[in-house]
């Protein structure tokens, strides 16, 4: 495993990130501690979870998996760094109450305490902001966060899903009272959906933050879509049957493939890869429900992309440019 910092802290990570979203709902949890085993015997040392994980009524039911994990001992807590999140709701359906969402002070309080509780832990490594909050200025947002750094709580503070004007904000206020502020973004980025370049990407490595891109396969539409549906003779489903029932996207991903296929690469792999070679990316979410999925991934580290793969993923999948050259003269 490669070994990286994350931003501009010292904090040293894997150039991997092992995404936990699948962890219960449709991965039991032998298998997801199997998972986490084999991860972090291969070096993945950083987890990222949410304390929505689980959806519905078992939300939470991910980090308690996760929990459970770390109750075995055997140096699994002390090897790992750990993300959480907050800012959706816990309540059930039809119980939703005011301030138990969003990043007010007390939510955040609230939120933090009850991750631990289901993490089986005493502190979180990397506190993230799941979503913008219009509704509550930064200067609460960071007292409330400076609150759990003094009290042991969380180590460091991330962003998810943000533009990157509130990038700029949110450390902006954080500099003006001498905090740290943010120091890594999850952002929707990979071959097919490159609108980060414009703003969130130059935002976070002017701001020293860490980039840690989620969907690397798009959901499952870079990871050899076309080819799998023509073996297993079944259609694509969810986000990949949508994106290829539109003849022109269809086309660029078997243009993607065939060129893959030329150099013998397998497509999932050489979609992590891409994004490793990203300036400002720390490192991919890869969010295996199998063991072998986790295999594949952890191939795509040691995968170096010749030069004229390289050309040729980006003339198939063209980035938008930076901003305002994206969208102007």
């Known amino acids: 495993m490669k070994y990286t910092q994350l931003g501009r802290t010292g904090l040293k990570v894997s150039r991997l990130v092992l995404g936990t979203m699948n962890f219960g709902p449709l991965t039991g949890e032998s298998v997801s501690h199997a998972i986490m085993d084999s991860a972090l015997d291969s070096g993945i040392n950083y987890f990222d979870t949410a304390n929505v994980y689980g959806w519905g009524g078992n939300k939470g039911r991910t980090e308690e998996i996760i929990g459970t994990w770390f109750a075995q001992g055997g140096g699994r807590r002390e090897k790992t760094v750990l993300a959480t999140k907050v800012y959706g709701s ?3 359906e039809g119980e939703s109450w005011p301030n138990d969402d969003r990043l007010s002070a007390l939510n955040i309080r609230r939120a933090v305490d009850a991750s631990l509780k289901r993490l089986n832990t005493d502190h979180i490594d990397v506190y993230q902001f799941h979503h913008v909050d219009r509704q509550t200025p930064f ?3 960071w007292q409330a966060i400076e609150v759990l750094v003094q ?6 503070a991330g962003s998810s899903n943000f533009p990157g004007w509130k990038i700029a904000q949110a450390n902006e206020t954080a500099a003006r009272s001498g905090r740290l502020g943010l120091v890594s973004e999850q952002c929707l980025y990979n071959l097919a959906e490159r609108r980060a370049e414009m703003e969130v990407i130059p935002a976070a490595e002017a701001y020293g933050l860490g980039v840690i891109p989620w969907s690397p396969l798009h959901g499952g539409l870079l990871g050899g879509a076309i080819r799998k549906a023509a073996e297993s003779g079944r259609t694509a489903s969810g986000r990949s049957a949508d994106a290829l029932a539109n ?3 269809r086309s660029q991903v078997q243009a993607y493939e065939d060129l893959l296929a030329k150099h013998g690469l397998e497509p999932g792999e050489a979609a992590l890869a891409w994004l490793l070679t990203r300036p400002g990316v720390t490192g991919p979410i890869v969010g295996p429900r199998t063991p072998e999925q986790l295999a594949s991934a952890l191939r795509a580290v ?3 992309l010749s030069e004229e793969v390289l050309a040729g993923l980006d003339e198939i999948f063209p980035g938008p440019g930076p901003s305002p050259e994206a969208f102007a003269w």
Do not use: P
């Open 247 to 249: 003849s022109a996207v």
């Open 90 to 92: 816990m309540a059930a």
């Open 302 to 304: 040691e995968l170096e």
């Open 139 to 141: 200067e609460e947002i």
């Open 151 to 156: 009290q042991g709580k969380i180590l460091y």
